[in-house]
Protein backbone atom coordinates (compact mmCIF):
# COMPACT_ATOMS: atom_id res chain seq x y z
CA UNK A 1 0.00 0.00 0.00
CA UNK A 2 1.06 3.46 -0.86
CA UNK A 3 1.33 6.15 1.50
CA UNK A 4 -1.07 7.98 -0.33
CA UNK A 5 -3.67 5.05 -0.02
CA UNK A 6 -2.79 4.55 3.70
CA UNK A 7 -3.26 8.48 4.34
CA UNK A 8 -6.77 8.00 2.92
CA UNK A 9 -7.76 5.68 5.58
CA UNK A 10 -6.62 7.79 7.93
CA UNK A 11 -9.38 10.48 9.31
CA UNK A 12 -8.38 14.32 10.19
CA UNK A 13 -8.23 15.24 13.93
CA UNK A 14 -8.72 18.32 15.67
CA UNK A 15 -5.83 20.28 15.96
CA UNK A 16 -5.49 22.82 19.10
CA UNK A 17 -4.71 26.05 18.47
CA UNK A 18 -0.73 26.46 18.64
CA UNK A 19 -0.39 23.24 17.39
CA UNK A 20 3.03 22.80 15.95
CA UNK A 21 2.85 22.31 11.93
CA UNK A 22 4.49 19.44 10.47
CA UNK A 23 8.75 20.40 9.83
CA UNK A 24 9.94 20.74 6.20
CA UNK A 25 11.07 17.16 5.36
CA UNK A 26 7.85 15.93 6.42
CA UNK A 27 5.92 17.98 4.23
CA UNK A 28 8.31 17.14 1.07
CA UNK A 29 8.39 13.84 1.92
CA UNK A 30 4.17 13.78 1.87
CA UNK A 31 4.17 16.27 -1.28
CA UNK A 32 6.23 13.62 -2.89
CA UNK A 33 3.53 10.90 -2.69
CA UNK A 34 0.42 13.43 -3.50
CA UNK A 35 0.58 13.40 -7.42
CA UNK A 36 0.28 17.00 -7.95
CA UNK A 37 0.34 19.32 -4.69
CA UNK A 38 2.86 21.67 -4.44
CA UNK A 39 3.67 23.91 -1.56
CA UNK A 40 5.01 27.60 -1.91
CA UNK A 41 9.29 27.92 -0.49
CA UNK A 42 7.06 29.34 3.17
CA UNK A 43 5.44 25.97 3.43
CA UNK A 44 1.80 27.63 4.88
CA UNK A 45 -0.35 26.01 2.45
CA UNK A 46 -0.56 23.64 -0.52
CA UNK A 47 -2.57 23.77 -3.29
CA UNK A 48 -3.65 21.54 -6.82
CA UNK A 49 -5.74 22.62 -9.71
CA UNK A 50 -7.90 20.22 -11.02
CA UNK A 51 -9.35 20.31 -14.74
CA UNK A 52 -12.29 19.04 -16.34
CA UNK A 53 -14.23 18.93 -19.55
CA UNK A 54 -16.94 21.49 -18.45
CA UNK A 55 -18.65 23.39 -15.56
CA UNK A 56 -20.82 20.15 -14.84
CA UNK A 57 -17.87 17.97 -13.94
CA UNK A 58 -16.81 21.18 -12.25
CA UNK A 59 -19.72 21.43 -9.71
CA UNK A 60 -19.42 17.87 -9.51
CA UNK A 61 -15.91 17.58 -8.13
CA UNK A 62 -16.16 20.74 -6.10
CA UNK A 63 -19.40 19.49 -4.14
CA UNK A 64 -17.44 15.98 -3.91
CA UNK A 65 -14.98 17.78 -2.10
CA UNK A 66 -17.47 20.10 0.30
CA UNK A 67 -19.14 16.98 1.46
CA UNK A 68 -15.58 15.14 1.96
CA UNK A 69 -14.69 18.30 3.49
CA UNK A 70 -17.53 18.24 6.32
CA UNK A 71 -17.35 14.68 6.74
CA UNK A 72 -13.18 15.45 8.03
CA UNK A 73 -14.19 18.55 9.60
CA UNK A 74 -11.17 20.01 7.79
CA UNK A 75 -12.09 22.69 5.17
CA UNK A 76 -10.29 23.93 1.90
CA UNK A 77 -10.54 27.10 0.13
CA UNK A 78 -11.81 26.06 -3.33
CA UNK A 79 -11.79 28.95 -6.07
CA UNK A 80 -13.59 27.23 -9.23
CA UNK A 81 -14.38 28.53 -12.59
CA UNK A 82 -16.06 26.66 -15.88
CA UNK A 83 -13.75 23.72 -16.17
CA UNK A 84 -11.21 24.32 -13.92
CA UNK A 85 -10.92 24.19 -9.64
CA UNK A 86 -7.97 24.51 -7.48
CA UNK A 87 -7.82 23.31 -3.90
CA UNK A 88 -5.80 24.68 -0.94
CA UNK A 89 -5.26 23.15 2.21
CA UNK A 90 -3.99 24.55 5.25
CA UNK A 91 -4.60 24.36 8.84
CA UNK A 92 -4.90 27.61 10.79
CA UNK A 93 -5.17 26.52 14.09
CA UNK A 94 -1.39 25.20 13.04
CA UNK A 95 -0.39 28.12 11.12
CA UNK A 96 1.01 25.93 8.53
CA UNK A 97 0.72 22.11 7.13
CA UNK A 98 -0.25 19.50 9.07
CA UNK A 99 -1.30 15.99 8.87
CA UNK A 100 -5.06 16.88 8.06
CA UNK A 101 -3.74 18.81 5.04
CA UNK A 102 -2.03 15.49 3.82
CA UNK A 103 -4.81 13.46 4.73
CA UNK A 104 -7.63 15.60 2.69
CA UNK A 105 -5.07 16.01 -0.05
CA UNK A 106 -4.79 12.01 -0.34
CA UNK A 107 -8.71 12.21 -0.29
CA UNK A 108 -9.69 14.77 -2.56
CA UNK A 109 -6.80 12.66 -5.16
CA UNK A 110 -8.49 9.58 -4.70
CA UNK A 111 -11.98 11.34 -5.58
CA UNK A 112 -10.83 10.82 -9.15
CA UNK A 113 -9.19 7.73 -9.27
Not at 46 to 63: H, L, P
Not at 70 to 88: L, M, R, V, W
Amino acid sequence: MTLSQELTQLRCEEIPKGAKPLIIPAIESNLSHLTGWDAPLNYLNMSKTFSFKNYQQTIGFVNAVTWLANKEDHHPQICFGYNSAKITLTTHNAKGLTNNDMIMAAKINALLD
